[in-house]
Nanobody
């Protein structure tokens, strides 16, 4: 199983980024997909998730600014991030979950400058 996140980078506060996570080795349409982030010295924080049916949920800290979506034909989940704040900086990881199957991929760094 591989979950490859991409799209991170350096952006100024107020800017936008779109992260992508391409999955392989799983039947993508069966899995709920999610995004987590981790800043240096802090605990990993859940950001957003989307069910296999397209139902979405967000952490309060990103609600109204971030949008998670999925393209089952491309085995890819996205995270559109807008109105970025320095507090959004960190390594962003995607994960996939179906029953007891739970996978996490390599992350992509997001840095928001003030």
């Amino acid at each position: 199983v591989q979950l490859q996140a991409s799209g991170g980078g350096l952006v100024q506060a107020g800017g936008s980024l779109r992260l992508s996570c391409a999955a392989s080795g799983i039947t993508f349409g069966y899995y709920a997909m999610g995004w987590y982030r981790q800043a240096p010295g802090e605990e990993r924080e859940w950001v957003a998730r989307i069910s296999r049916y397209g139902i979405t949920d967000y952490a309060d800290s990103v609600k109204g600014r971030f949008t998670i979506s999925r393209d089952n034909a491309k085995n890819t989940v996205y995270l559109q991030m807008s109105s970025l704040e320095p507090e959004d900086s960190g390594v962003y990881y995607c994960n996939s979950r179906w029953g007891t199957n739970d996978y996490r991929g390599q992350g992509t760094q997001v840095t928001v400058s003030s």
